[in-house]
């Protein structure tokens, strides 16, 4: 019995060399604290450089936000000289300026229908980009007579048309873009199936209808048709695409509406 006590109460020997395992729960806490002594670390780094930046940007001085450029789309355009003013300076043109009094008219040296259309009526509707005298004047009123006095003769020459009027139109300016409408209207009314024959030509013509047709410009009295009025930019426009609706077929809608969405049908 006495042998038997001696043996439990005889402590243990410690073997060297020899650690205690470590438990789970330990690695687990070493692992947390870690990890959490890792993330307090970021935490300083990252509020310590937020506050560097901010310092740095209330140090500058911010530059004021510029104004967006602007397009410039209705500015108008510089204007080139023409043919027109070539020829007459040259005395190429068969026409004079008449004065009867204090009244200017255009005196014609020939018989209009002797003319070739295909090579005068473009040059005259190349002058209506003129704004000095006596061009002005001229190219005016020497277009109105040939296409007076042209009847069927004019609808050849609209293929030789379309790049003068549209060069005309890309001036931007309003008092040429009233005087080409108008001369425009009067081609489609006093020409048979001119409005017919323009409507292939619409893209190039009706680019700048859809930018000017809802600006209120004032043009003034472009053309004096037995009275004096003036005329709204916008509402000139519409007027002449009615013109060209009414005698462009029934092909015509379809193309101002492809060209001026905005645009509605006068026709009932």
Same mark, same amino acid.
């Given at each position: &019995?006495?042998?038997?006590?001696? *043996?439990? /109460?005889?402590?243990? /020997? /410690? ?21 959490? !002594?890792? %993330? ?36 108008? +355009? ?22 009867? !009094?204090?009244? +200017? ?12 259309? @295909? ?28 296409? *007076?006095?042209?009847?069927? +003769?004019?609808? @050849? ?11 005309? #139109? &890309?001036? +931007? ?7 080409? &409408? /108008? ?11 001119? !409005? ?8 190039? #013509? %009706? ?6 047709? @809802? ?28 013109? %060209? ?13 492809? &060209? ?9």
């Amino acid at each position: &019995m006495d042998r038997r006590r001696a *043996e439990t /109460k005889a402590p243990a /020997k /410690k073997v060297p060399g020899k650690a205690k395992p470590e438990t789970k729960s330990s690695n687990k806490e070493d692992q947390f604290s870690r990890a959490s !002594g890792r %993330l307090k670390e970021l935490q300083k780094n990252t509020v310590s450089s937020a506050s560097r930046v901010k310092a740095a940007a209330s140090n500058q001085s911010v530059a004021p936000k510029s104004p967006p450029k602007s397009t410039n789309a209705y500015k108008a +355009r510089p204007i080139e000289k023409t043919k027109f003013r070539y020829f007459y300076d040259r005395g190429d043109l068969p026409l004079r300026i008449n004065f009867n !009094g204090a009244v +200017r008219k255009v005196q014609w040296q020939v018989d209009i229908t002797t003319l070739d259309y @295909t090579h005068y009526l473009p040059l005259f509707i190349e002058g209506l980009r003129e704004l000095d005298e006596p061009y002005k004047f001229l190219a005016l009123n020497g277009t109105l007579d040939l296409l *007076e006095k042209g009847g069927d +003769r004019s609808l @050849t020459s609209i293929p030789h048309l379309i790049l003068p009027m549209k060069q005309n #139109l &890309m001036t +931007r300016q309003p008092q040429i873009l009233c005087t080409q &409408m /108008k001369v425009l209207q009067k081609l489609v009314l006093l020409c048979p199936y001119a !409005g017919e024959a323009l409507v292939p030509y619409y893209r190039q #013509l %009706l680019t700048i209808f859809n930018l000017f047709i @809802t600006k209120r410009v004032n043009c003034g009295d472009a053309i004096d048709y037995g009275q004096q009025r003036n005329d709204n930019l916008g509402d000139l426009i519409t007027e002449t695409l009615y013109i %060209l609706e009414r005698h462009g077929g029934e092909d015509a809608f379809v193309n101002i509406k492809y &060209m001026i969405p905005t645009y509605e049908s006068c026709v009932i």
